[in-house]
Structures are given as structure tokens and as C-alpha cells.
């Protein structure tokens, strides 16, 4: 009988602790791929939203908050500025283009982000890919709108659908635009980033929309309907691409001590890194977290089979009475731990890819990440087999323990 049989029938007649040791490896395992997963899929999501843009403009604030509302759609402006810097800003002899971005509302606790047509035709995200539509087109007037995917999917709308939109970005708000609906003009094609769970008006149809309300309030009538109808007020942010990148660095310093209005201007690539920097701690943290509780499970791995010792013994001196040497006594207790981290192995796997399905959905939809149900990385392969090494280290002590056992201490009587 091969080494791995005789292991697999002596895990069998000890089938209760052989089922906890592997679920509790199982479920240390599956906990570290998640936390690997995860960790590697935030920052690919974040990463992917947006290329091509070399500063975001926004009003006078922090640069990670200004990264975080603009581009994410997370957390909200202290404040926009006014249109008039927007349009100077645009102006600039050094700029290819600029995309202007108006927050504030909301449908259904989608954001609702107010354009122009720039954003269609210069929009990249995932290392230069531009924005497609699934149906439709982009808006051609101040009553139409353009969904994100996910708003579309979820909401089941279609192409001239009507929809209400909300004064505010809660999930329920009780100050509806009603007398300004808007028509679905177009769905975007699925991107993976926040525009995906974007609604895209117009910047006029922002304009019209706000015509009557005052410092949050609905006032009838008390708008000028020719006045400004053809943009807002003010933006919350302006993406700018330089013609050319070298010139950032000078632009962004003029930006930032503009004497009119004060301003941030950010480089979205140094803003994400600092963004790395203060979520490192955590990130690490969760990793230590998970090798701690990979390392208990192995632990256990090696208690159970220490105090299975002391009921073995007999079992391993009739081994050794029909001719196994020490060193298969040895190598027996080694090849039950490989085969107690393989099925747990494999039964994490199968958790991992579990948690992942259940976890994708909530993610993407109420934080936006996308989390891939791809095959296992290289770096999640190395996790799992470094897991396996160290499953065979912790059962050298077990096996050392049996190794010494002699054949007249296994075969002797006990009182």
C-alpha cells in the first residue's frame, strides 16, 4: 500500500478531527485569498476609472477629497466655483481640452453628473478606453439623459424612458424635480468604473433644472428662465489634458494660487498614491489579520494531531512489528498533514470563489468596486502553496514525536 492510501485510511478512521482540521483551514485560507482579492481589485478599480487627465480642478479643499467626489463620486464638494473661472480655466492656451463636472443631485441614489459633450468625446478610463453606448446616444438637449449601466440595469430603464430626478445625493429624497423631467437618450456601455452607476444630463439641462430653487429650496417662479439657461452657475470640477504632459507640474502651481478664486488642482496619478499611502496601514493590517488566522488553523492542525499520538500508538508499533521503519513512521504523519492541507486547500478555493459571487454584487453596487471572479492569480497560487509548506513544517513536530516511539513502548501494556 503506497504511503498516500495508507494515509488516506488512517485520516478516514479518524474522520472527525480530519474534517476540523480541514475546515478550519479551509476557512483561514479562503479569508486570505478574499483579503488578497480585494485588496488588489480596490486598487485596480480605483486605478482604472480614469486616464488621459492630467489635473482635476476643483474649489479650495483637500486633493484626496477633491480625487474622491469628482472622479469616484464619493463623499461631496465643500463647495463648486463659479462658472466664469471654469470658462478662463478652459481658455488656457495650454490646454487640449476640458471636461467640466457639476454634482449635486441625484435618481434613485445614483448620482447625477451634469456635462457637456466633451465628456463623451474625451472620457478615458482603463488605460485610454473610450466611453460606447450599448443603445442610443449621447444627449442632444437640456431634457435628455444618459445613463450608466448599472443605473439602467438595475432600474430597468430603456431609450426614452422619463425620469424624475432628486434635489441632493440620498438614497430617498423628498425634493423631486418633477416639473423638469428628463428622457433617457442613451445607456452607456458596462466600464466597470462609477460612470457605470453615473446619470448624465446636460449642463443647460442643470441650469433649468435649478432655475426656481434657492439655497436648497423650491421656490416657484422666483427664477429667471432666460438667465444663464444655457449653463449653471457654477461646477464642482474640471478635468484638464494639457497638449503637452511637461507643462503639468507648472500649470497645476498657477491653478492652485489663482488670485480670482481659490482652487485646488490635483494630478490624479500623485492623489491616488497618496491614497495608497493612507490605506496601507489597513491594508496591512488585514493581511497580518488573515496570516494570524492561517497560522491558528496550522496550529490546530498540529495540536489534533499531537494528541492523536498517545491513541496511535499501538497503530504505529504494529507498523513498525510488520516491517516499516522509522522513517515511514515519520514520513506516514507528514503525508496526512499534505493530505489534510490539500482538501483544505481545495475547499478553500472553493469558499474563496463562493464569498466572491455573494460579495461582487454588494460591492460594485454600493461601493463601486469590482471585484473579478478570474482564476487564481500567481500571487494567490504562491499564497496557497506557501500555505502547504507550512502545513508540512508544523507536522515535523508530530512526526518527530511518532519517529521516537519505540516498538516495545507500542506493544507494551499500559496500566
Known sequence: MSLLRLAWSSLRNRRMSALLCVLTIAASVALLLAVERIRVDVRSSFTRTVSDTDLIVGARGSALQLLLYSVFRIGDSPQNFSWETYQELAAHPALAWSIPLALGDSHRGYRVLATNHSYFDHYRYAGGKALGFTSGQAFADATEAVLGAEVADRLNYSVDDEIILAHGVGAVSFANHRDDPFVVSGILAATGTPV???????????????????????????????????HPDSVTAVMLRLKQRVQSAALQRQINEYAQEPLTAIQPGVALQQLWSLLRVGEQSLRIVSALM?????????????????????????????GAAPRHVFMLLIAEAA??????????????????????????????????LSWLSVGEAKLLGIVVLAALIAAIIPATAAYRHSLSDGLSMRL
Open 196 to 230: 457605470d452607476r453615473t446619470v448624465h444630463i446636460d449642463l443647460s439641462g442643470l441650469a433649468q433644472m435649478h432655475r426656481d430653487w434657492r439655497s436648497g429650496a423650491h421656490i416657484p417662479g422666483s427664477g429667471d428662465h432666460h438667465d444663464h439657461a444655457d
Open 294 to 322: 492561517v497560522l491558528a488553523g496550522l496550529l490546530g492542525l498540529t495540536a489534533v494531531m499531537i494528541s492523536t499520538l498517545s491513541e496511535r500508538r499501538r497503530e504505529m508499533a504494529v507498523l513498525r512489528a510488520v
Open 339 to 372: 493530505v489534510l492541507a490539500l482538501l483544505g486547500m481545495a475547499l478553500a478555493v472553493m469558499l474563496f470563489y463562493a464569498l466572491l459571487a455573494l460579495a461582487a454584487p454588494v460591492a460594485q453596487s454600493s461601493y463601486g468596486l469590482v471585484l473579478s
